[in-house]
Nanobody, 126 residues
């Protein structure tokens, strides 16, 4: 099993920044090669891929909509995934979820991920 606990959401003005964190734990996480991702879901919309990372090696992948704006990273020692969000816009408002899957391939579809955090709300005021 993998447990994921997110933090760092909140209310920010347009143009501001927020940093989300996701602490991972569990036997599966320490046993398997994992890949992790951030997804977001706005009201009335489907959950969409934002960014992903191979836990070993650190290769990163981004949705076109956030390239150059968001940065995904991980801290191996702390088993923590982060998402630095800059130049935030009203359309970035959503619940952000941390997700993990067994395997090194980062996939951009939510059903591919077996483990999910509880979500954290990000609201950008214009």
């Amino acid at each position: 099993q993998v447990q994921l606990v997110e933090s760092g959401g909140g209310l920010v003005q347009a143009g501001g920044s927020l940093r989300l964190s996701c602490r991972a734990s569990g036997r599966t996480f320490s046993t398997y090669d994992m890949s992790m991702g951030w997804f977001r879901q706005a009201p009335g919309k489907e959950r969409e891929f934002v960014a992903g990372i191979r836990w070993s090696g650190g290769s990163t992948y981004y949705a076109d909509s956030v390239k150059g704006q968001f940065i995904i990273s991980r801290d191996n020692a702390k088993s923590t995934l982060s998402l630095q969000m800059n130049s935030l816009k009203a359309e970035d408002t959503a619940v952000y979820y941390c997700a993990a899957r067994k395997g090194q391939i980062v996939l951009g579809t939510a059903p591919a991920y077996e483990y999910w955090g509880q979500g954290t709300q990000v609201t950008v005021s214009s």
